[in-house]
């Protein structure tokens, strides 16, 4: 059984590794596929049964796009915050909702748009070496903020703990409904988080984004998203997410600079005679 054990390790190492060097290459990318709103790399964990989890990301692009274009707003000192309300369905699903918001200065505070995001993962109880869940999002953002207003994403998440190392790894796939990009096919956008637990409250480690473009038909270097964030996680208390860092954009395409903060809260409402 130890040899076994010891073998799984070993190959989900290679792989998880193999595929968090090809996703560094470009991965900071998908920050602006995710337009700054929810920079989050997903865990495979889904929201328990009778469980609520209520999260506020902050981000602020410290340093970002300063002009117009087709359209939509520069995003240079824009202040985004985004409520997300996810319920846990039963033992291996959940859905959740966002509320997206933006403030800039000439623009005030602005409702963005609109997602909503089922998900569904591998019970525990089939034993999977690794972690394993699919995501789907679809929702609707004003055109002055997004010329695709309408999109749809699947992201399957893969995430392994290995002694105080935690990887993980959301390869999406993007899609536009509507917008100037509707027949373009799909776009690529991974993201990447490697952390190092310090102690039992505290775990360090880089998260990566991309966003290589059109599967097929990739983006230059140049027009291509790519961005790198330092982050920390404070593990004060199973009811509770604290995550932040800063992130360094290295393309022409992407925000240059963003500070990004969640602060997570999830309610119980089991009943004390339900709870294991």
């Known amino acids: 059984m130890h040899e076994r054990t010891a073998f799984w390790r070993a190959k989900v190492r290679g792989w998880l590794l193999t595929a968090i060097a090809v996703a560094g290459l470009s991965a900071a990318h998908s920050v602006m596929a995710q337009g700054n709103y929810e920079i989050q790399v997903y865990g495979s964990d889904t929201v328990p049964r009778g469980n609520t989890m209520l999260e506020l990301h ?40 966002y509320i997206f918001t933006s403030t800039q200065d000439g623009h005030g505070l602005q409702w963005v748009g609109d997602h909503i995001r089922p998900r569904v993962r591998v019970p525990d109880s089939w034993h999977w070496p690794i972690g394993v869940s699919l995501s789907t999002e679809v929702g609707y953002q004003r055109a002055v903020y997004s010329p ?6 699947i992201r399957p998440i893969l995430d392994k703990s290995v002694g105080r190392w935690y990887f993980a790894l959301n390869p999406a796939l993007e899609r536009t409904w509507h917008g100037p990009d509707v027949t373009q096919g799909l776009g690529f956008a991974p993201g990447v988080k490697v952390s190092y637990d310090v102690n039992r409250e505290i775990s360090i480690g880089p998260e990566y984004y991309a966003d290589y473009g059109r599967l097929g038909r990739f983006d230059s270097l140049h027009n ?3 961005q790198i964030f330092l982050v920390t996680d404070l593990n004060v208390s199973p009811q509770w997410e604290i995550n932040f860092g800063a992130g360094l954009g290295s393309t022409a395409a992407t925000d240059h600079l963003i500070v990004k903060f969640i602060l997570g809260r999830r309610f119980s409402w089991k009943k004390p005679s339900e709870v294991e």
């Not at 695709?148 to 994403?153: F, G, I, P, S």
């Open 148 to 153: 695709d207003t309408w999109t749809w994403e």
């Open 224 to 226: 291509q998203q790519q």
């Open 58 to 97: 902050s981000n602020f692009t410290a340093k970002g796009q300063r002009y117009v274009q087709q359209g939509v707003y520069p995003t240079n000192h824009q202040q985004h915050e985004t409520i997300e309300i996810t319920q846990g369905l039963n033992d291996w699903s959940e859905v959740g909702f």
